[in-house]
């Protein structure tokens, strides 16, 4: 069995930064490409960022020089360190991995 568990979500003034992690855990785990969605109320989920095991990235147009993905492999952990945070990012960010979906994490973004 494999799970994903987020944190590092919570309540933030508009400018500040937040990190977010999510551990997969699971015996014998490995996935190629491991990221991040979010989504908020009335909106369509949607990638956030997205890391290879080799380091490439991928962002949204939207976050792209604000948040930066990470991971360590031998951890089996993805980051996403997100600066400048804007109101528009509130949202619930769900890590993902594979077939594996965390349960999410709220992120509320203050003005």
């Known amino acids: 069995q494999v799970q994903l568990v987020e944190s590092g979500g919570g309540l933030v003034q508009a400018g500040g930064s937040l990190r977010l992690s999510c551990a997969a855990s699971?015996?014998?785990?490995?996935?190629?490409?491991m990221g991040w969605y979010r989504q908020a109320p009335g909106k369509q989920r949607e990638l956030v960022a997205m890391i290879t095991k080799g380091g490439s990235t991928n962002y949204a147009a939207s976050v792209k020089g604000r948040f930066t993905i990470s991971r360590d492999n031998a951890k089996n952990t993805v980051y996403l360190q997100m600066n400048s945070l804007k109101p528009e990012d509130t949202a619930v960010y769900y890590c993902?991995?594979?077939?594996?979906w965390g349960q999410g994490t709220q992120v509320t973004v203050s003005s």
């Open positions: 699971g015996r014998d785990f490995s996935a190629n490409a």
């Open positions: 993902t991995a594979f077939i594996y």
